[in-house]
């Protein structure tokens, strides 16, 4: 009985902690999943900030769509230079009547197509946009500023939406701001009309592109230089082929930093005077273009050793490969067979004119009877290298002795420096605005103009127009399966990861809640216990035993009463007692065997029959030994 408690008790303890593990487990997984669920569109970089509840407010026409998104043209609410919601007609904007240069006359003409219209997809209802309509066409529009921005000693901000609806293969949407010239005619706006700004998304191949391109005045000539900002250390795929409305950012500021913003996220920052290629300030020397590397300049690292000498045994007209003289042919060699056959199958075709075409021959195939044979033709042996083969001699490399260096001019002051010590102020003021474009792809759409000086005035227009556009297009995102398949399409990877993800929870469920297979061992208790038969022996043991937790648990209660000291003391006499308990109860034993009452021997049945009893005393005692 004991040994049975005792193998019963881990089993159990292990049954609990399989069960364990399942619940937390499979608690594990369902909060995950709901984690997923509540979280939204999965592959979201950018969350959609809390709009405000006054841009909301404006006295402006409002059409709510199916979402309960009601729609407000933006209103600017600090000062701006430029804002351009296209909610209505193209006024003020000038369509270029120019035609551009150094291009062939069918395709010089800037007669793309532009029109005002509504997302094809994730609509807003009654916001608009700028759409270029025509591909492969140049295009060019423009529109002057409220006012003139000159750079002082305000940050410039520069903001627009774009988005490729039909996806981009190869054109650009950047933006220009038009340098303040007197000359400035927007009817005839075209490549080589001058810029201080250019900003925005390009893409040609597989080249993904933001640009930002500032003309830089050079005090002392008066030359104007295009310096290109460094490109971002960030993958700008996705914003080309998700067609999904994206918001450009470019902030300057008069400290000569900026930053470029992707749907509000910085993707790039630096400075003019570091971060520019080429660099604002020329340097202060240059290679003197004068200056000649001397005739006997020695530039050879390395050279051959002049005092070594070829080995006699050297022989360099020893070839690389020799015939194999060991080979042997192959026993069933065919010799005049040759490898390939006239097709029997073949038949002359019926317009064939011998006079024409000449004498018709029928196709070769492999001959059949060298398919069972280990060749057909002519034996020849093999080649194998030849050991004797040293090639030809060279003398080893040694330390040049006279190595001077790799020769370079020298440096020389460079007569066209200058230094810029701030080129935010030396930039051309700007008057207006202009896209001019050349595009392989329509319908590329834009949006929501806006030049202003102040972050929070951006930020609020942005909330109202690109904000609500981000919205709806993240309400009609497809379900999690419908992305978890369109993203494995593109890495059939992830479907290993699929499947291993769903194999885990099935996994655990198997391992944890499929029965276990009974063993040798369990079964010989459990058929133990069933047949045991109820003997005098049995009764008189344990009857013994309940007898023996009597006393101990009297003992207990005695021993509480006395201090932790005394229970140390008392230990070797609680056992003689208990052993002289033990006699007496072994002597009471046998008289009640004979002659005891009925309700001792039903109790002794209890015990010994149920096989619990003298499990559970044993237990009990053995917890109170320890």
């Known amino acids: 009985m004991q040994k049975q408690l005792e193998l019963t008790v881990p089993r159990m303890t292990r049954m609990h902690s399989q069960w364990d593990w399942l ?58 230079y430029f804002a351009e919601p296209f909610d209505g007609e193209l006024t ?18 800037y007669d793309g197509r532009w029109e005002v219209e509504e997302l094809k997809e994730n609509t807003v209802p009654g916001d608009k946009g700028l759409v270029l309509k025509s591909a492969a066409k140049h295009h060019a529009i423009s529109a002057m500023l409220t006012k003139a921005f000159i750079f002082d000693k305000k940050p410039l901000i520069v903001q627009y939406e774009v988005n490729f609806q039909g996806g981009i293969d190869c054109g650009g949407a950047y933006i220009k701001l038009l340098s303040s010239t007197d000359d400035l005619d927007l009817e005839f706006f075209f490549d080589k009309t001058p810029y201080t700004i250019m900003f925005g998304p390009d893409k040609c191949g597989e080249d993904y592109k933001l640009h930002f391109i500032i003309r830089h005045r050079n005090p002392k000539t008066g030359e104007y230089d295009e310096k290109h900002a460094k490109r971002p250390d960030v993958d700008l795929k996705k914003f080309y082929l998700d067609k999904k409305t994206h918001l450009y950012t470019l902030v300057l500021k008069p400290d000569d930093t900026f930053e470029m913003l992707i749907d509000q996220s910085v993707i790039s920052k630096g400075s003019l005077l570091e971060d520019m290629v080429p660099p604002v300030n020329p340097p202060k020397e240059i ?25 006699d045994d050297w022989d360099e007209d020893e070839p690389s490969k020799i015939e194999d003289l060991d080979a042997v042919k192959p026993e069933g060699w065919l010799d005049y067979e040759p490898q390939y056959v006239p097709d029997p199958s073949a038949k002359k075709p019926k317009d064939w004119d011998e006079e024409m075409d000449g004498e018709w021959e029928a196709p070769q195939v492999p001959n059949p009877k060298c398919a069972t044979a280990p060749g057909c033709g002519l034996w020849v042996r093999p080649m194998k290298n030849n050991p004797k083969y040293k090639g030809k001699w060279k003398a080893p490399m040694i330390p040049n002795p006279n190595y001077q260096g790799i020769w370079s001019p020298r440096k020389i002051p460079n007569p066209d420096y200058f230094e810029d010590p701030h080129p935010f102020e030396m930039m051309t003021p700007i008057s207006a605005i202009g896209l001019e474009l050349w595009s392989m792809t329509s319908d590329i759409y834009f949006d929501n103009f806006i030049i202003c000086s102040e972050k929070e005035v951006a930020d609020r227009w942005a909330a109202d127009g690109w904000g609500l556009k981000k919205l709806v297009a993240s309400a009609n995102e497809p379900g999690m399966f419908s992305q978890l398949v369109t993203a494995a399409e593109d890495h059939p990877w992830l479907w290993v990861l699929y499947v291993l993800t769903l194999a885990l929870p099935v996994g655990l469920g198997v391992l944890f809640c499929w029965p276990a297979k009974k063993t040798d061992e369990d079964f010989d208790l459990k058929k133990t216990d069933i047949s045991m038969p109820v003997t005098k022996g049995g009764v008189k043991q344990g009857r013994e035993e309940l007898e023996d937790d009597e006393i101990d648990l009297e003992e207990e209660k005695e021993n509480e009463d006395i201090g932790e000291d005394e229970d140390e003391s008392k230990y070797g006499e609680d056992d ?51």
Do not use: H
């Not at 939204?40 to 026409?61: I, K, M, N, P, Y």
């Not at 033990?582 to 021997?601: F, H, I, P, V």
């Open 287 to 311: 290679d003197d273009p004068t200056d000649k590397k001397p005739d006997d300049w020695d530039e050879r690292p390395k050279i051959p050793d002049p005092n070594a000498v070829k080995p």
């Open 23 to 80: 619940c937390l487990s499979l608690l594990i997984i369902s909060s995950v999943t709901a984690e997923i669920e509540d979280g939204g569109v999965l592959g979201a970089d950018v969350e959609v900030e809390d709009f405000d509840e006054e841009s909301q407010q404006a006295d402006v026409d409002k059409e709510e769509s199916s979402l309960g998104v009601v729609y407000q043209t933006p209103k600017p609410t600090g000062d701006v």
């Open 576 to 626: 003689d007692e208990e052993n002289e308990v033990a006699g007496r109860s072994q002597e009471e034993g046998d008289e009640t065997n004979k002659s005891g009452s009925e309700d001792e021997m039903t109790a002794a049945d209890e015990i010994a029959g149920s096989g619990d009893g003298p499990l559970k005393s044993v237990r009990k005692r053995r917890v109170q030994k320890d």
């Open 92 to 109: 003020g904007w000038v369509l270029s009547k120019a035609k551009k240069e150094d291009t062939d006359d069918t395709i010089a003409k």
